[in-house]
């Protein structure tokens, strides 16, 4: 059975409900760790599905395995093959896909309010997801939307967070997230959060009703976007 992709830069941003949710179904999953110097692998072919994860860097800071994670990502574009970004993630895909990436005027970080959008293919990717809920957020840079691609939703900081295209699914969103990995975040990485503002929420606020949050998020975009996505990926881990 072909395992899962699942590329790791830093190894305290884990891939926590994506993890869950392969265990759950049955579907193993290699681990590429950046962090530990691990190589991107050349041939997608040799995968069920390529996933990337977040990470404090920007895809414009010039280090040679972005180049190959770009590679990559470009060459599982053109077969179709399943791909899947979170957060930094979905910034290599972008990049892969010939968008711009750039800083925002403000960085984004805590629980924020997006608003779905209403192409009828977007109905196929969040199903009866609400027209608003809420995602954690915590970037720096932004992407143009890829040429073909189509947005999922958007905040009224951020208007590309999220988009498909053919079998490959990307969100700036963490929507990885559990509980835990949250608390140890903001107890690694709490300091990004200075100073607060309108679109940068305080600690306390970001931990509080954590379970809750966590719950709805997965509820609304999270799980019904990997059933989507992990569609092709079940056919392909079966070749």
């Not at 910034?91 to 800083?103: E, I, M, S, W, Y």
């Not at 954590?210 to 996505?229: G, I, S």
Request: glycine share 8%; proline share 7%.
């Amino acid at each position: 059975m072909k395992p899962v992709l699942i590329v790791r830069h830093e190894d305290w941003i884990e891939s926590g409900h994506l993890a869950e949710t392969l265990e759950a179904e049955g579907l193993p999953y290699e681990l590429c760790a950046i962090d530990q110097g691990d190589r991107v692998p050349e041939d997608p072919e040799a995968y069920a599905g390529l996933t990337f994860m977040g990470g404090t860097m920007s895809v414009n800071d010039g280090y040679s395995w972005i180049d190959d994670e770009v590679a990559l990502i470009q060459r599982a574009v053109e077969r179709d093959l399943p791909v899947l970004g979170h957060c930094f993630g979905s910034q290599l895909c972008a990049k892969a896909l010939g968008a711009k990436v750039a800083p925002m005027s403000a960085k984004e970080i805590g629980w924020h309010h997006v608003v779905r959008n209403g192409d009828p293919e977007v109905d196929a990717w969040l199903g009866d997801a609400p027209r608003e809920f809420r995602v954690l957020a915590w970037h720096h840079d932004a992407f143009e939307l890829p040429e073909g691609a189509t947005p999922l939703y958007s905040s009224s900081f951020c208007p590309h967070q999220a988009y498909v295209r053919g079998n490959l699914a990307a969100t700036v969103a963490h929507v990885e997230v559990t509980p835990e990995l949250l608390e140890r975040w903001v107890s690694i990485y709490g300091y990004d959060m200075d100073p607060i503002s309108e679109t940068v929420h305080s600690p306390e606020s970001v931990l509080e009703d954590r379970e809750a949050k966590v719950e709805a998020m997965q509820a609304a975009v999270t799980d019904p976007l990997y059933r989507r996505w992990l569609g092709p990926v079940r056919e392909r881990a079966r070749t």
